[in-house]
T-cell receptor, first 114, second 109 residues
Framework: EAGVAQSPRYKIIEKRQSVAFWCNPISGHATLYWYQQILGQGPKLLIQFQNNGVVDDSQLPKDRFSAERLKGVDSTLKIQPAKLEDSAVYLC????????????FGSGTQLSVL | GENVEQHPSTLSVQEGDSAVIKCTYSDSASNYFPWYKQELGKRPQLIIDIRSNVGEKKDQRIAVTLNKTAKHFSLHITETQPEDSAVYFCARGDNDMRFGAGTRLTVKP
């Protein structure tokens, strides 16, 4: 089966600019996650979708970050405006039906904010 | 959901020795405990997982133990090999999936 697709692979922007990341989960996977992984740290859950509904966005900085999952399939994560501390790898993951299952990760988007 | 604490942050062992990484959680509703391995520049990959109705699970050189009363679970790697060198993350799942901060394991030949 095809894996989780993410784009772009790399992005360099200046602070206060905006950026968007795209994720297409494995076909049929109901649950989609966005994680932020700062160098040397564990993945931090930003938002979790079940189909097109939000399950958890308690750690999403909602003043600058937004995410949507159109029609319960692919998803977009946006940052506007970006700060230096947003420099990280943004990982998208999906699972078949919930949080008690294996997560399949995409290759991530490495964001550098200058 | 609550996060999960992971220790140690770094671990260095000699090839052939055992390695143990421990995680603790606070939310008693957590019922799924996976372990992921992340090699440099790559995505995390599941290596083993355990559910709350089981106390131990083994897969060749890797085992995971769960103590629900004490709310901790551990990863055990026996007969370590250089290719086991990576960062290991524990996680816990109930309504969401939260990860620990990671343990950088180095296996010296």
């Amino acid at each position: 089966e095809a894996g989780v697709a993410q784009s772009p692979r790399y992005k360099i922007i200046e602070k206060r600019q905006s950026v968007a990341f795209w994720c297409n989960p494995i076909s049929g996977h109901a649950t989609l996650y966005w994680y932020q992984q700062i160098l040397g740290q564990g993945p931090k859950l930003l938002i979790q979708f079940q189909n097109n509904g939000v399950v958890d966005d308690s750690q999403l900085p909602k003043d600058r970050f937004s995410a949507e999952r159109l029609k319960g399939v692919d998803s977009t994560l946006k940052i506007q405006p970006a700060k230096l501390e947003d420099s990280a790898v943004y990982l998208c993951a999906s699972s078949r039906s919930g949080t008690n299952e294996k997560l399949f990760f995409g290759s991530g988007t490495q964001l550098s904010v200058l | 959901g609550e996060n999960v604490e992971q220790h140690p942050s770094t671990l260095s062992v000699q090839e052939g020795d055992s390695a143990v990484i421990k995680c603790t959680y606070s939310d008693s509703a957590s019922n799924y405990f996976p372990w992921y391995k992340q090699e440099l520049g790559k995505r995390p990959q599941l290596i083993i997982d355990i559910r709350s109705n089981v106390g131990e699970k083994k897969d060749q050189r890797i085992a995971v133990t769960l103590n629900k009363t004490a709310k901790h679970f551990s990863l055990h790697i026996t007969e370590t090999q250089p290719e086991d060198s990576a960062v290991y993350f524990c996680a816990r799942g109930d309504n969401d999936m939260r990860f620990g901060a990671g343990t950088r394991l180095t296996v010296k030949p």
